[in-house]
């Protein structure tokens, strides 16, 4: 079945640092990616999208790409703040145009220091 | 504003016991969804439910129930069933289908099992 992997964490970077995180899915079809974040104690929030292949997410600096030919959507920040700390949620649907039932995968601890 | 609401935040149950977390929403979704979230393991499908008086079972449904009676509630129940209930429990809604995957969620109910 449709699946998603994410590095393992927790990434720890100081303030400024550039930030990568990766994913990589398996879908039979033509999923949507989307990345989520939660911060301490609280839901998930979107934090970015994409719905087909080269397409390019964007949102409070994060961007992440869909890559059809290497089945990635790699997350990725220029110059990281310490409230971007949180963990982060690649996921897929895998019925894009119905109802959706995300797959997620297993989230990425960030930790940014002053 | 709109939104999700769950409650109660915190919960605490002796084994044998159901307990019931109940979800709100104003948003006029049709879609309302429960996940589990456990420690590295991301986050896990209990129940969906796409309309109305009607629900279907996620991945992991055993030693749950769920109604849906109205358009805004989708209560869970954690019953004595459930072998390992400890766990943060979301609240999720979206848009009917035609939609692109975005789900909403609430802040999370965090029961313990004593």
């Known amino acids: 079945g449709d699946s998603v992997t994410q590095m393992e964490g927790p990434v720890t970077l100081s303030e400024e640092a550039f930030l990568t995180i990766n994913c990589t899915y398996t879908?039979?079809?033509?999923?949507?990616l989307f990345w989520y974040v939660q911060y301490p104690g609280e839901g998930l929030q979107l934090l970015l999208k994409?719905?087909?292949?080269?397409d390019k997410g964007s949102n409070k600096g994060f961007e992440a790409t869909y890559r059809k030919e290497t089945t990635s959507f790699h997350l990725e920040k220029g110059s990281v703040q310490v409230s971007d700390s949180a963990v982060y949620f690649c996921?897929?649907?895998?019925?894009?145009?119905?109802?959706?039932?995300?797959?997620f995968g297993a989230g990425t601890r960030l930790a940014v220091h002053p | 504003d709109g939104g999700i609401t769950q409650s109660p935040k915190y919960l605490f149950r002796k084994e044998g016991q159901n307990v019931t977390l109940s979800c709100e929403q104003n948003?006029?979704?049709?879609?309302m969804y429960w996940y589990r979230q456990d420690p590295g393991q991301g986050l896990r499908l209990i129940y969906y439910?796409?309309?109305?008086?009607?629900?279907q079972k996620g991945d992991i449904a055993e030693g749950y129930s769920v109604s849906r009676e109205k358009k805004e509630s989708f209560p869970l129940t954690v019953t004595s069933a459930q072998k390992n209930p400890t766990a943060f429990y979301l609240c999720?809604?979206?848009?009917?289908?035609?939609?692109?995957?975005?789900?909403?969620f609430g802040e999370g109910s965090r029961l313990t099992v004593l």
């Open positions: 999720a809604s979206s848009l009917g289908g035609g939609n692109t995957g975005e789900l909403f």
């Open positions: 879908a039979t079809g033509y999923p949507s």
């Open positions: 994409a719905t087909k292949a080269d």
């Open positions: 996921a897929l649907s895998d019925n894009p145009g119905g109802y959706n039932k995300l797959i």
């Open positions: 948003l006029n979704h049709d879609a």
């Open positions: 439910s796409q309309i109305v008086n009607d629900f």
